[in-house]
């Protein structure tokens, strides 16, 4: 199986007029079909600089870089972007800031608008397709912003934090609905957070980094049950909370070995 994502020993160096300063080292990952990934680590070791290299906006000082098996070089549409910040334009419609991904790439036709209706339609929007992102609550830019990156229909989706500005109950809800609506397009991701319960009732795999310069630390598998139930539930299965104790104790340590 030809993985969607292969890292072979990345390493980036930031270079600015005053230091150069190596972020991530050594990053050897894979990703499979369908697989749904979380980066976690401490605050600065390298996952947006992982994700932005994996999305072809940064090109790593050191390493090769695949998607399907082609090399990256540069910005692909088989690749998505979510942020935490949703960056919807506030003079544009939720429908037009919707389509945007579709004009910009020219494939904006009568039948990729029904699906962006539709889209929108099963994202609970259907009623908000002409109001503009200022009515709409932060949960809901959210899942205009994930209706943008899917409209274009790409394979792999990279989501950097984006849930961490919604209110607690909005993003239990917002993992559910990104979960099942990837799981069933047959979708691969990376997500990056940091709450570790997320990564885990989220994801197949979770991959802690540390830092200074960011690399992976460790790999863990998570458990079946906990994968095949819905985010909200998988907090409920069992082993749910020695998996989150295991990771949680291994952060400890990086935060410590961190601040040394
Ligand atoms: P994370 O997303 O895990 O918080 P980042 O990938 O944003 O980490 O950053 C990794 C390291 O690279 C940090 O030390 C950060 O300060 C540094 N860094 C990130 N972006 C830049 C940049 N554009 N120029 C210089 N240093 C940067
Ligand atoms: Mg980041």
């Known amino acids: 199986m030809v993985p969607v994502v292969e890292l072979n020993d990345i390493a980036h160096v930031y270079v600015t007029d005053r230091e150069a300063s190596l972020a991530v080292e050594g990053i050897q990952l894979k990703v499979d079909p369908g697989e749904f990934i979380s980066l976690v680590g401490p605050s600065g070791c390298g996952k947006t ?57 020219e494939r904006l036709s009568p039948e990729s608008r029904s699906v962006v209706e539709n889209l929108l339609k099963e994202m609970g929007l259907g009623e908000s397709e002409s109001l503009y992102p200022s009515q709409l609550s932060g949960g809901m830019r959210q899942r205009v912003a994930l209706v943008r990156t899917l409209a274009t229909d790409p394979g792999l989706l990279l989501l950097d934090e984006p849930f961490s500005a919604l209110d607690y109950q909005t993003k239990l809800q917002l993992e559910d609905l990104i979960v099942e609506t990837l799981k069933e397009r047959g979708k691969t991701a990376i997500l990056v957070t940091h709450d570790l319960s ?17 690399r992976v630390h460790r790999l863990f598998d998570i458990p079946g049950n906990i994968r095949a139930a819905q985010p909200f539930y998988a907090r409920k299965e069992p082993g749910f909370n020695e998996l989150f104790h295991e990771i949680w104790e291994e952060m400890q340590a990086i935060g410590k070995e961190g601040s040394q």
């Open 49 to 105: 600089t992982i994700l932005s290299i994996i999305a072809g906006l940064l090109a790593p000082s050191k390493g090769t870089v695949s998607l399907n098996g082609k090399s990256v070089n540069g910005p692909s549409s088989e690749v998505g972007y979510m942020l935490q910040q949703d960056y919807l334009f506030p003079w544009r419609t939720i429908m037009d800031n919707a389509l945007i991904g579709l004009e910009l790439t």
């Open 198 to 214: 997320e990564a885990i009732a989220m994801s197949d795999r979770v991959i802690l980094l540390n830092r200074n310069p960011g």
